[in-house]
């Protein structure tokens, strides 16, 4: 080993750390996916352009996603750290000329606490934010993902210089061994266990890899840390490589994260400069270099070997695992193939130490988990919790419940592969093992919130719809099956369920389950199974009643009019696409159900609430 | 002005920037959907010959992947987000009135060449959902009554000179 591995890192970090010291000026705005649909990068120019305008030497940071997705495009403006909601272009000259000038907060972009209505005034203050433990997610906010010198002021690659100046690879598998991390991709297997697998493996070259293919629907927490801390998931798997003694890494990201390739390339292409990929790395005789592979748009290449597959150039097929990936994986050669969040995990473990890491979370499973916190709920967005955090902690405390007064009714955890939780079971801790003691799983952390108007037939049949699409068709009983147990929901759905189905649909995603090779077949019964689990009522009031409780099934509901409520606005009459609304002005409207279509279009236009569902 | 390339003559390029190896399949194929808006069927041909794989193979992955399109695409691309989140924000009712709006089914292309529609799994923006993607502009928040103005208000900016 050389003597003094990391001075380059430590160098640039002493010249950066006081860059966003405690009492530094600066503006941070939320550069992620989600702020950027609503807006944030013109407000970020807003901002440049004003202060340039203004000869102020402020410095304008595009972060990473902050994680309140729904306010955005959030501002926080530091050393006060003043969180600013829904900020727009035109806001800008009044924040400089207020708060940056005179300290002065704007009332009217702060955040109200929905109960109290109460100004808030500082991120940390915010009930979404308060009972959060951000270790892994929180750093986005305070660098720009696109600058290397960021991620070293918050002690970036100080994980690396560590693991090559003074650790072997054994000591830094066994201590992610004894931190207990487990893959955060959804089959929550121990790292250290892959990582001890492949070390041992024979064959050369090695691989090791990141599975960037958030395919499941609802779950986007993977994007946010490629897009707004890439070089966490870097040094992650440069430390890995070298535990397992690879060379060679790859970062297959989906095809519909075009920011995530972006900012990963560029954090690449830096790391390259600096000497922390590529040969030699920080002068040891360690080299290791990482390519990027886009995914082109199949749910089943997230599967470990129609990844390999995939990144191999061919359709992404699983095989059968007689033979591990780490003995056999990309081009049948040893390799990790861990999630992004698992490898943005690893830096920590080691900057922080094993026992921290352990402290955090339940016996089974340590450390944080990021959330995805969407659908029915009031505050959606990104959320990092300790493992062990219960349900309710997270819909009600951190989610701030159901919008509109309407009530919860279910949690869909896990994507396609998991289950629907019901109200009875908000206690339970969420961690790998409790989630799958349900009937769910944690999956890559999507919690899709429903309440009262969610149909549980109808989510089961749009998971089954998915899967339909999605297997990739080696297996019979997964090809044929999934298309069966779709079609019966189909029917259930369109008032046409028979007596009985439900008894079917339990035994062909048991048989699903049995006879598929991957965990695609494996687990695509759960939505179904889980459904029918906890809220069979809806599935027999489809069938025997013909009737949607909640009110979705376009086949067994009709729209009506309240005339009580209604104003006789005509705002439904123009929405209706079908002309089937008629009515005079001021006096009660009238729905024709023979041509209404059931669109919904009208419910959305009408302020009243005069619209009915039966 | 040089002259446009050729279908054979552009693919050609792009596999050979790819080293000519059949492991970069899946982005070669990429590099040729971005260059002609879809896959024809001469590029196909010409990245089996220059790759030196069987036609099958080239075929197999530009039909297992959904993000590859054999048919011209329009001018406009409009992904209709189908993510769980979205789908419970009423994403389907949604499409429909996307489909009624421009009087097509997902994976076909208006008469004028002017719109594809698409259904994509999740774009990941599940906070702002329904999520509507209309070439790389993410729309948030979309409901029924916006899809209208937003399909007018992109026909209108193209007819712009």
């Given at each position: 080993?050389?003597?003094?591995?990391d001075?380059?890192a430590?160098?640039?970090?002493?010249?950066?750390?006081?860059?966003?010291?405690?009492?530094?000026?600066?503006?941070?705005?939320?550069?992620?996916?989600?702020?950027?649909?609503?807006?944030?990068?013109?407000?970020?120019?807003?901002f440049?352009?004003?202060?340039?305008?203004?000869?102020?030497?402020?410095?304008v940071?595009?972060?990473?996603?902050?994680?309140?997705?729904?306010?955005?495009?959030?501002?926080?403006?530091?050393?006060?750290?003043?969180?600013?909601?829904?900020?727009?272009?035109?806001?800008?000259?009044?924040?400089?000329?207020?708060?940056?000038?005179?300290?002065?907060?704007?009332?009217?972009?702060?955040?109200?606490?929905?109960?109290?209505?109460?100004?808030?005034?500082?991120?940390?203050?915010?009930?979404?934010?308060?009972?959060q433990?951000?270790?892994?997610?929180?750093?986005?906010?305070?660098?720009?993902?696109?600058?290397?010198?960021?991620?070293?002021?918050?002690?970036?690659?100080?994980?690396?210089?560590?693991?090559?100046?003074?650790?072997?690879?054994?000591?830094?598998?066994?201590?992610?061994?004894?931190?207990?991390?487990?893959?955060?991709?959804?089959?929550?297997f121990?790292?250290?266990?892959?990582?001890?697998?492949?070390?041992?493996?024979?064959?050369?070259?090695?691989?090791?890899?990141?599975?960037?293919?958030?395919g499941?629907?609802?779950?986007?927490?993977?994007?946010?840390?490629?897009?707004?801390?890439?070089?966490?998931?870097?040094?992650?798997?440069?430390?890995?490589a070298?535990?397992?003694?690879?060379?060679?890494?790859?970062?297959?990201?989906?095809?519909?994260?075009?920011?995530?390739?972006?900012?990963?390339?560029?954090?690449?292409?830096?790391?390259r400069?600096?000497?922390?990929?590529?040969?030699?790395?920080?002068?040891?005789?360690?080299?290791?270099?990482?390519?990027?592979?886009?995914?082109?748009?199949?749910?089943?290449?997230?599967?470990?070997?129609?990844?390999?597959?995939?990144?191999?150039?061919?359709a992404?097929?699983?095989?059968?695992?007689?033979?591990?990936?780490?003995?056999k994986?990309?081009?049948?050669?040893?390799?990790?193939?861990?999630?992004?969040?698992?490898?943005?995990?690893?830096?920590?473990?080691i900057?922080?130490?094993?026992?921290?890491?352990?402290?955090?979370?339940?016996e089974?499973?340590?450390?944080?988990k990021?959330?995805?916190?969407?659908?029915?709920?009031?505050?959606?967005?990104?959320?990092?919790?300790?493992?062990?955090?219960?349900?309710?902690?997270?819909?009600?405390?951190?989610?701030?419940?159901?919008?509109?007064?309407?009530?919860?009714?279910?949690v869909?955890?896990?994507?396609?592969?998991?289950?629907?939780?019901?109200?009875?079971?908000?206690?339970?801790?969420?961690?790998?093992?409790?989630?799958?003691?349900?009937?769910?799983?944690?999956?890559?952390?999507?919690?899709?919130?429903?309440?009262?108007?969610?149909?549980?037939v109808?989510?089961?049949?749009?998971?089954?719809?998915?899967?339909?699409?999605?297997?990739c068709?080696?297996?019979?009983?997964?090809?044929?099956?999934?298309?069966?147990?779709?079609?019966?929901?189909?029917?259930?759905?369109?008032?046409?369920?028979?007596?009985?189905?439900?008894?079917?649909?339990?035994?062909?995603?048991?048989?699903?389950?049995?006879?598929?090779?991957?965990?695609?077949?494996?687990?695509?019964?759960?939505?179904?199974?889980?459904?029918?689990?906890?809220?069979?009522?809806e599935?027999?009031?489809?069938?025997?009643?013909?009737?949607?409780?909640?009110?979705?099934?376009?086949?067994l509901?009709?729209?009506?009019?309240?005339?009580?409520?209604?104003?006789?606005?005509g705002?439904c009459?123009?929405?209706?696409?079908?002309?089937?609304?008629t009515?005079?002005?001021?006096?009660?409207?009238?729905i024709?159900?023979?041509k209404?279509t059931?669109?919904?279009?009208?419910?959305q236009?009408c302020?009243?609430?005069?619209?009915?569902?039966? | 002005?040089?002259?446009?390339?050729?279908?054979?003559?552009?693919?050609?390029?792009?596999?050979?920037?790819?080293?000519?190896?059949?492991s970069?399949?899946i982005a070669?194929?990429?590099?040729?959907?971005?260059?002609?808006n879809?896959?024809?069927?001469?590029?196909?041909?010409?990245?089996?010959?220059?790759?030196?794989?069987?036609?099958?193979?080239?075929?197999?992955?530009?039909?297992?992947?959904?993000?590859?399109?054999?048919?011209?695409?329009?001018?406009?691309?409009?992904?209709?987000?189908?993510?769980?989140?979205?789908?419970?924000?009423?994403?389907?009712?949604?499409?429909?009135?996307?489909?009624?709006?421009?009087?097509?089914?997902?994976?076909?292309?208006?008469?004028?060449?002017?719109?594809?529609?698409e259904t994509?799994?999740?774009?990941?923006?599940?906070?702002?959902g329904?999520?509507?993607?209309?070439?790389?502009?993410?729309?948030?928040?979309?409901?029924?009554?916006?899809?209208?103005?937003?399909?007018?208000?992109?026909?209108?900016?193209?007819?712009?000179?």
């Open positions: 080993m050389i003597e003094n591995p001075t380059q430590r160098q640039i970090l002493d010249n950066l750390t006081l860059y966003y010291g405690p009492k530094k000026k600066f503006v941070a705005i939320c550069a992620g996916t989600g702020c950027r649909a609503s807006g944030s990068v013109q407000v970020k120019e807003a440049e352009a004003e202060f340039k305008k203004q000869n102020m030497d402020v410095d940071l595009a972060t990473g996603c902050l994680g309140f997705c729904e306010k955005g495009p959030m501002v926080i403006i530091h050393p006060d750290k003043y969180f600013y909601e829904h900020v727009k272009v035109e806001d800008v000259p009044e924040i400089i000329s207020k708060t940056i000038a005179k300290g002065e907060v704007i009332s009217r972009l702060l955040y109200r606490h929905p109960d109290t209505q109460k100004a808030l005034f500082r991120e940390d203050d915010l009930p979404f934010y308060k009972k433990h951000r270790v892994v997610f929180g750093r986005n906010g305070m660098i720009d993902p696109s600058r290397i010198e960021d991620y070293f002021a918050i002690d970036g690659y100080q994980a690396l210089a560590k693991v090559l100046g003074e650790m072997t690879p054994d000591a830094v598998i066994s201590e992610v061994k004894k931190a207990g991390l487990r893959g955060r991709g959804g089959g929550g121990h790292a250290a266990v892959k990582w001890e697998g492949v070390r041992k493996a024979h064959g050369d070259p090695k691989y090791v890899i990141a599975n960037g293919d958030e499941d629907p609802g779950a986007y927490m993977d994007r946010s840390l490629m897009e707004g801390n890439p070089h966490s998931v870097i040094e992650g798997m440069i430390i890995g070298y535990a397992v003694g690879a060379h060679e890494g790859y970062i297959y990201v989906r095809n519909e994260y075009p920011l995530a390739v972006e900012h990963l390339t560029m954090a690449i292409e830096a790391a400069e600096k000497g922390l990929l590529g040969k030699n790395i920080l002068g040891t005789d360690f080299s290791f270099d990482i390519h990027i592979n886009k995914g082109a748009g199949a749910f089943v290449c997230g599967e470990s070997s129609a990844l390999f597959a995939s990144i191999e150039g061919r992404g097929e699983p095989r059968a695992k007689y033979v591990h990936a780490v003995e994986g990309l081009y049948d050669k040893p390799t990790v193939l861990n999630n992004v969040e698992t490898w943005a995990n690893v830096p920590l473990i900057n922080k130490g094993a026992d921290w890491y352990a402290s955090i979370g339940t089974g499973s340590k450390g944080t990021i959330f995805s916190l969407v659908g029915k709920i009031n505050n959606t967005g990104l959320i990092e919790v300790p493992m062990g955090t219960t349900l309710y902690e997270i819909i009600y405390d951190m989610g701030g419940g159901i919008p509109n007064g309407r009530k919860f009714k279910a869909q955890t896990g994507g396609p592969s998991g289950g629907c939780i019901p109200e009875r079971l908000l206690d339970i801790p969420v961690d790998f093992d409790k989630l799958y003691e349900v009937g769910s799983m944690m999956g890559s952390g999507g919690m899709i919130v429903m309440d009262d108007t969610s149909c549980m109808d989510v089961a049949r749009y998971f089954l719809e998915f899967l339909k699409e999605e297997s068709g080696k297996c019979v009983p997964c090809r044929e099956g999934i298309r069966r147990m779709s079609d019966i929901l189909e029917d259930i759905c369109a008032g046409h369920g028979r007596e009985g189905d439900i008894d079917i649909l339990e035994r062909m995603g048991a048989a699903i389950a049995d006879g598929s090779l991957c965990a695609l077949g494996g687990s695509a019964p759960n939505p179904v199974l889980s459904t029918i689990r906890y809220f069979r009522d599935y027999e009031a489809h069938i025997r009643d013909h009737r949607c409780p909640a009110g979705v099934c376009k086949a509901i009709t729209y009506s009019i309240n005339t009580e409520k209604c104003t006789g606005c705002v009459l123009k929405a209706c696409a079908v002309n089937a609304i009515g005079e002005k001021k006096k009660a409207h009238i024709d159900s023979e209404c059931r669109c919904g279009a009208c419910i236009s302020k009243f609430n005069a619209i009915q569902v039966k | 002005m040089t002259k446009p390339m050729s279908v054979p003559a552009k693919t050609r390029q792009i596999v050979k920037k790819h080293g000519n190896n059949k970069a399949m070669v194929l990429q590099d040729i959907q971005e260059a002609f879809y896959l024809p069927k001469e590029a196909l041909k010409a990245a089996a010959k220059q790759m030196n794989v069987p036609m099958s193979r080239v075929y197999e992955a530009a039909t297992f992947y959904t993000a590859f399109s054999l048919k011209p695409r329009g001018k406009h691309v409009v992904k209709i987000c189908k993510g769980t989140a979205c789908h419970v924000r009423g994403a389907a009712i949604l499409q429909d009135r996307f489909e009624t709006t421009l009087g097509i089914k997902p994976g076909e292309t208006t008469k004028d060449g002017n719109f594809s529609l994509v799994n999740c774009v990941g923006a599940c906070a702002l329904p999520v509507v993607v209309i070439n790389t502009d993410y729309h948030g928040q979309v409901t029924i009554n916006k899809v209208d103005k937003i399909i007018k208000k992109i026909n209108e900016e193209g007819a712009k000179p």
